[in-house]
């Protein structure tokens, strides 16, 4: 309330202060014509000027900032995925009988033009990934998680992160399927009903780590193409991944 009050004030001081260079104007040359011809003037391009400030120049610095702070965010996103997203991408996909399909796209194809980046983010919700959370090993994808719990949650401190939905979501969905798997004692021998509710929390923390990933990637290829030159060669769905040039 106190800077609503601020702020009214400093306005009618303005308004009082153009009033008196008004007066002193017509006081000194006696020419209300001339006062008027420039005050509406003056009135006139206000709109204008209304929609230079406000509408252009207040919206490219806005995405000045925006490029800036995004650009901020993938430096997370990138230690991120150094961290634990590339090795919770290999646990994953062991879950999951699809991934000769997600590997014809993503490897054998090798195709990382803009267009194929495109094509991937919508092919990555069209998968049926068939997840099944019997088929590897629970309690190594458990360990994983509840290793790298603290520094997924110094992530979720990163007030910026707020700004980039779509990798909020998949933090949120790992910390879920963190949980669900922390809160049982033991992973096996539970109720095929449990073992498929597990299975649908892997499954959605895989489709979102996996278009995150896409997005990661294109982001490289763009900005820098030396670390995404490493990161083609280090493919999570390529067995044969390797850092070695050949």
């Known amino acids: 309330m106190k800077r ?6 400093f306005g009618l001081s303005l308004i009082v202060l153009s009033t008196l260079f008004y007066l002193l104007h017509y006081s000194i ?4 014509h001339h006062i008027l011809l420039y005050l509406i003037g003056d009135i006139a391009f206000l709109p204008i000027q209304v929609l230079l400030v406000t509408l252009i120049i207040d919206r490219l610095l806005n995405e000045r900032e925006k490029r800036s702070l995004l650009k901020k965010l993938n430096m997370v996103i990138g230690a ?3 961290e634990v997203g590339t090795d919770l991408l290999k646990s994953f996909s062991e879950f999951s009988p699809q991934n000769d399909q997600i590997r014809k796209d993503l490897v054998e194809t090798n195709d990382w033009s803009n267009k194929a980046f495109s094509y991937m983010s919508k ?6 990934y068939g997840i099944e959370s019997q088929r590897a090993n ?5 360990n994983l998680l509840l290793e790298k719990r603290g ?11 707020l700004e980039h939905e779509s990798f909020t979501e998949l933090l949120w969905a790992v910390f879920h399927l963190t949980e669900e798997l922390a809160s049982r004692p033991n992973l096996k021998g539970l109720p095929n009903a449990d073992y498929e509710h597990l299975a649908a929390d892997i499954k959605r923390a895989y489709i979102l780590l996996i278009a995150e990933w896409l997005a990661y990637m294109k982001h490289l290829k763009t900005n820098y193409p030396y670390l995404f030159s490493l990161a083609a ?8 991944a390797s850092p070695i040039v050949r």
Not at 4 to 9: E, K, L, S, T, V
Not at 123 to 128: A, G, L, S, T
Not at 138 to 142: S, V
């Open 80 to 82: 991120f995925f150094s």
């Open 138 to 142: 629970l309690e190594n994808l458990r």
């Open 151 to 161: 520094f997924l949650l110094a992530l979720l401190e990163n007030p910026n992160l």
């Open 123 to 128: 092919r990555v919700k069209q998968y049926d």
């Open 233 to 240: 060669r280090m493919n999570p769905f390529d067995p044969n």
């Open 29 to 32: 040359f006696r020419d209300s």
């Open 4 to 9: 609503f009050h601020w702020q009214i004030i």
